[in-house]
């Protein structure tokens, strides 16, 4: 059974500092992975999305990379802003055949300080 | 639409009364996805639909709980007899077609059983 494992539960940063979120998985035969931002009170939007031949994906000041054979991926942020305080989910879509569903990590809850 | 719509957004019901959660996902997107979240977790697959048929109902918890797509857009989460434990938020995601695209959410449904 894939298990997800987020480190650090939750991260106090100040305004500026670069950034290093952790995902882990216990079964490397995975799809894609896939990091998603929830805010309070609200549902996930998708950040990034790595299929399992990918390295590493960019989007503005995020990059994710993903090691398959390890079962680890990291989200890195540069030059944080308040703005980016959030939750931030990590979740795996498996390669077993007709395999649709995400299995999600507990998420690493980030607060950027002014 | 533009995005996935839940509603309610919120529920309050007593225990074991019935209750329906209703999800419209994108238009066009055959491919849609419940998911249960609690406090401090992150996401658990319930079911998922492609088109009208409920591809893998492999997380639905127990037979009180019940979903249906009837024309493969709108889809309905339906529980019976609810229980204190059930109480969570409801999220609902769709996709274009199931395979390498990303997952929309919506912002989910908080459903409390008192």
């Known amino acids: 059974k894939q298990e997800v494992t987020q480190i650090p539960a939750a991260l106090s940063v100040p305004e500026g500092e670069n950034l290093v979120l952790n995902c882990s998985f216990t079964?490397?035969?995975?799809?894609?992975l896939q990091w998603f931002r929830q805010d309070p009170g609200k549902g996930l939007t998708s950040l990034l999305l790595?299929?399992?031949?990918?390295r590493e994906q960019t989007s503005g000041r995020l990059n994710a990379s993903l090691d398959k054979s390890s079962g680890r991926s990291t989200l890195y942020i540069a030059a944080s802003q308040p703005g980016d305080s959030a939750t931030y989910l990590c979740a795996v879509r498996g390669d077993q055949g007709g395999s649709e569903k995400l299995v999600f990590g507990k998420g690493t809850k980030l607060t950027v300080n002014p | 639409g533009a995005g996935v719509s839940q509603t309610p957004s919120n529920k309050v019901t007593e225990k074991g009364k019935y209750v329906e959660l209703r999800c419209d996902p994108i238009?066009?997107?055959?491919?849609l996805y419940w998911y249960r979240q609690s406090l401090g977790q992150g996401p658990e697959f319930l079911i998922y639909?492609?088109?009208?048929?409920?591809?893998?109902d492999s997380g639905l918890p127990n037979d009180r709980f019940f979903a249906v797509r009837p024309e493969g857009s709108v889809s309905t989460l339906k529980i019976q007899r609810t229980e204190r434990g059930d109480s969570a938020v409801y999220l609902c995601a769709s996709s274009l077609n199931a395979g390498d695209y990303g997952y929309t959410f919506g912002s989910g449904t908080r459903l409390t059983v008192v």
């Open positions: 238009s066009g997107h055959t491919a």
């Open positions: 790595i299929q399992s031949s990918q």
């Open positions: 079964d490397s035969a995975i799809y894609n």
């Open positions: 639909f492609q088109g009208t048929g409920a591809a893998d």
